[in-house]
């Protein structure tokens, strides 16, 4: 018989493994479009909603969710890149602080549409697995899922496709005189990590509860997968962020679930403390 801790260890190897989509894509924004997106979490939580109001329509599974959820946070994304982070970009306060707004607002639009209550999704019957471990359907497709995607991302960014923004992460300005449109590149690389983030808390969805402020503690783990990772290695990003969610889900489980989330701000003081210069370094290879 398996014993209680295994299946925590597993369950927070397969949502670590699909919050690393998100973390991703919060590397994805800092690295090329060099701000830090605090509306990453209403991405998330968007992405929830969206597999939420699909499966009360019979559509259950988190599979067909993430697509769709995928395309409206693209959308949104990119309206959010153009509108505000691209023209703000010279206002280092008012980046934070907008992002930040916009979070804040989406949950309070939420709230109004499906109330401040938790929903549910049904997470369909578990496999057992040896020793009478539950191998959650959810866990499986999210984390296989999260690995293809990631995979696709890491082939991207080393082959010829990703090499403006290689080139833009880099240099900005010798990405422009190459003839880049550099403007159109960063709000599209805002709106796509935008959609990482909604297809991660599609997938995510039926682990738990979908609440409109749930985007927070993933919002939170993507800025220390970032702190340490930066964009430069898809494979850290996604080893790291297994390694948080099995931590987040063993403190959960050892101590309370509130205690997971203090312990997720201590790591980030923490490394802080190790790296403070960590962001500011990524976030200075404008220079």
Known sequence: MASPFSQVLLDGLFAGGTYALMAAGMALILGVVKVINLSHGAFFTLGAYIAYALAERGVGTPLAAAPLAAVIAFA???????????PARGHPFALPVGTLACALLFEQAAQMVWGPHPLSIEAGAPWTGPGGLFIRRWGVIAFLSSAALLGGLKWVLSARPGLPLRLI?????????????VEAIRYLTFGGACAMAAAAGALLSPSGAVTPTMGRAPLLLSLVVVIVAGMDSVAAIFLL???????????AWLLSPQWSYVAMLAVVVLLLSARPAGIVVLAGRRD
């Open 76 to 86: 949104f994304g990119v309206f959010l890149g153009k509108s505000f982070v691209n």
């Open 241 to 251: 962020s297994i390694g948080l969610g099995i931590f987040g889900n063993a403190c």
């Open 169 to 181: 992460a880099e240099d900005e300005e010798i990405a422009g005189s190459l003839g880049m449109d």
